[in-house]
């Protein structure tokens, strides 16, 4: 490990180190109280809280980005408290709407593509943000590393904003920090289903209005899932229910 890499690893902990140190009296209680629907069809009522443990876990779990565990309590603060993974719950939903979650924000836990070197088609069970939810699939946000290049690159933290497609293993991100990026999502379709990779081609790449194709998706991801809906009036869905090695419980 490098000093560089040395020094992140520091930064990190001490951030959550503070922040489990002063999240109970900062949060307001409306901003973490949620209800979470376990796998087992269970329902709970409690608080997001913040603790060094989990913390850690999620930093040292297999993405370090993909968040897989939550710590949830009966109250805001103190008392005890309960740690979920990713497989134990469905989804959990903000119960107030406030300036950081508006009305209806949820959290599912899901299926996500988390490539690694030669493994371009990995995939996580994690939590992600559902930003949109249609017959013909999901939009789904979570974080990712990004290097900002140069002779000081650095790593950080981005948005990553994907789709999982009707009948397909995962969510597979189609755009990061703001950049159209659809490669993972490509090298899953030539194998899964070479005639939506054809489609896709066809619609963001080589027709006449692929630019104005490509600006739509990002101005609107749901776009993506219009797409789909149109390919799904003459063509069957996806069928992978099979998922990756790397992301069975």
Known sequence: MTMKQLLFLAMVTFCLTASAATADDDTKATETHVQV??????????????????????????TGSIRQYINIGAEPKGGATKRYSAPEVKEYRFLEPTEAYPEGAVCVSDFINSPGMFKPRSIVRG?????DRRESGSVLRWDVWESTGGRNSVNRLVPAVGIKFKGANAAYPIMVNGRF???????????????????????????????????ELLDNVSTALLFYEDFLKTHAPLDDTTPAESSKK
């Open 37 to 62: 629907i376990l796998e087992n069809g269970d329902t709970i009522t409690g608080y997001i809280r913040s603790d060094l443990k989990t913390g850690l876990k999620n930093m040292f779990s297999k």
């Open 127 to 131: 939590f992600a943000w559902e930003l």
């Open 181 to 215: 990026s659809d490669a993972y999502l490509m090298i899953y379709l030539k194998k899964q289903y070479p005639e939506l990779k054809e489609a896709w081609d066809e619609y963001y790449y080589k027709c006449e209005d692929a630019k104005a194709h490509r600006k």
